[in-house]
């Protein structure tokens, strides 16, 4: 096993480190902490409570994962924290475990970059490869979907869904669930479009990018309620995948609408 834990590092007995783990100076890792093989931490970082990190994260000064969650309902309950593989924490970020009104646990996926400042929430599902800019900011039970982008300076209310490949400008509010694909800003965030330099990085081919852009167009159409644009979506490209995953996205019930794209004034 070889680590390379500095002689500053405080690490409570019980605490799970992995082979060719680097703890540097300062850092303080609790007793039921699981890190896996592989990981980087540069200096001063602090990881508490049930917290599970994957392989080859590498977790920038002053993060601080694991501590209790910002709810005043949470009254010292052992719930979880769950960091997957390969993601980048830079300084100053802050990840918070579940609670037990909620799902009890956050999880977290492989390959995200969280940059300076950004803060996940209690109870947060976050897909992987995502992107949280400077101070991007998770409120609890949000759910962020594969390779999401989050702006800098935005906040993501609580229980709102962020749909995969989506992207939120800078500085932005987001109050109602984001489909996939979806390109939000504005300080009240709406739908300003699809993400579409997002789907030609993912290989998406240009006939697709047409069929979901006329999809789009359909879906926050005025004709009909928005149920029976959602069927006429279905009847209409009901196998194309791209846009399967906008009607499964629109149908599930939620506490939250849908974000709308801008009324014309």
Do not use: W
Request: hydrophobic fraction near 40%; charge should be neutral; charged fraction near 20%.
């Amino acid at each position: 096993m070889s680590q390379k834990i500095h002689p500053t590092a405080i690490i409570e007995d019980g605490a799970k480190i992995g082979n060719n783990v680097s703890i540097g100076p300062y850092c303080v890792i609790d007793s039921d902490v699981s890190l896996g093989n592989g990981c980087d931490l540069k200096s001063h970082v602090v990881i508490s409570g049930l917290t599970e990190i994957g392989e080859n994260c590498v977790i920038y000064p002053f993060a601080t994962l694991g501590m209790a969650p910002q709810d005043l309902k949470f009254n010292g309950e052992k719930t979880r924290l769950k960091i997957g593989a390969n993601n980048t924490i830079r300084e100053y970020v802050t990840m918070n475990p579940g609670t037990v009104t909620g799902a009890g646990e956050t999880v977290v996926g492989e390959n995200g970059l969280f940059m300076v400042g950004a803060h996940v929430a209690h109870d947060c599902i976050v897909g992987n490869n995502v992107i949280l800019a400077n101070n991007a900011t998770l409120a609890g039970h949000v759910e962020l979907g594969d390779f999401a982008i989050i702006g800098g300076l935005s906040a993501v209310l609580q229980f709102i869904r962020v749909g995969a490949f989506s992207i939120i400008g800078g500085c932005t509010g987001v109050d109602s669930d984001v489909i996939p694909y979806g390109r939000v800003k504005g300080e009240r965030g709406h739908l300003a479009g699809l993400n579409l330099i997002g789907l030609e990085r993912q290989g998406i081919s240009k006939d697709a990018i047409r069929n979901l852009q006329r999809a789009f167009k359909t879906l926050f159409g005025s004709e009909g309620t928005l149920e029976e644009r959602i069927a006429m979506l279905e009847k209409d490209y009901g196998d194309d995948k791209v846009i399967r995953n906008i009607v499964d996205f629109a149908k599930a019930k939620t506490k939250h609408p849908l974000c709308q794209p801008q009324k014309k004034l």
